[in-house]
T-cell receptor, first 112, second 117 residues
């Protein structure tokens, strides 16, 4: 069965510092991978997706993620964090027939 | 504006009082789904629908019902809510049937926070 692990429940980063959020997946075939962001009181917004091709994918808001098949990882990165990036981030894998399997989320706190 | 609209956004109710959370999409999407989000558990699928009158259980369907009488609407029904159904609920839709890949992306509503006392 498909699964997603986000090992960090909370991460605190200083504004302007770089960010990396970890995501590991388990899936038997070529994975379809996603990162979503949930700002406080808001719904889920798609940041970026990977389904084939270049393993480094660019998303909105300056985010990028790198697919590493050998490590079963799809880590999210941003070179310089802004206070508005404080939110909860979910990694997900497209599993089976039209279902996304989500990780448990990582809450990002941005300190001044 | 293309969107998935859920109502109500916030609701406090009592055990056993039937309630319905509505979901409507204006994108002519074939597929719709409900998820619940709980701390430490991420999002889990409750039910999904591949077309009008075609629905099926997700991972956590107990205590819920759904219907798909029109393509655009997919209400979630709690016949007899219990406190363990206190959660944040999301409705989502995607354009067509098939794997959720780069072309067939889920669009989520803003969420409905339900508290059952």
């Amino acid at each position: 069965a498909q699964s997603v692990t986000q090992p960090d429940i909370h991460i605190t980063v200083s504004e302007g510092a770089s960010l990396e959020l970890r995501c590991n997946y388990s899936y038997g075939a070529t994975p379809y991978l996603f990162w979503y962001v949930q700002s406080p009181g808001q719904g889920l917004q798609l940041l970026l997706k990977y389904f084939s091709g270049d393993t480094l994918v660019q998303g909105i808001k300056g985010f990028e993620a790198e697919f590493k098949r050998s490590q079963s990882s799809f880590n999210l990165r941003k070179p310089s964090v802004h206070w508005s990036d404080a939110a909860e981030y979910f990694c997900a894998v497209g599993g089976g027939f039209q279902k996304l399997v989500f990780g448990t989320g990582t809450r990002l706190l941005v300190s001044p | 504006e293309a969107q998935v609209t859920q109502n109500p956004r916030y609701l406090i109710t009592v055990t056993g009082k039937k309630l319905t959370v509505t979901c409507s999409q204006n994108m002519n999407h074939e597929y719709m789904s409900w998820y619940r989000q709980d701390p430490g558990l991420g999002l889990r699928q409750i039910y999904y629908s591949m077309n009008v009158e075609v629905t099926d259980k997700g991972d956590v369907p107990e205590g819920y019902k759904v219907s798909r009488k029109e393509k655009r609407n997919f209400p979630l029904i709690l016949e007899s809510p219990s406190p363990n159904q206190t959660s944040l609920y999301f409705c989502a839709s995607s354009p067509f049937l098939g794997p959720l890949d780069g072309a067939n992306v889920l669009t989520f509503g803003a969420g409905s926070r339900l508290t059952v006392l």
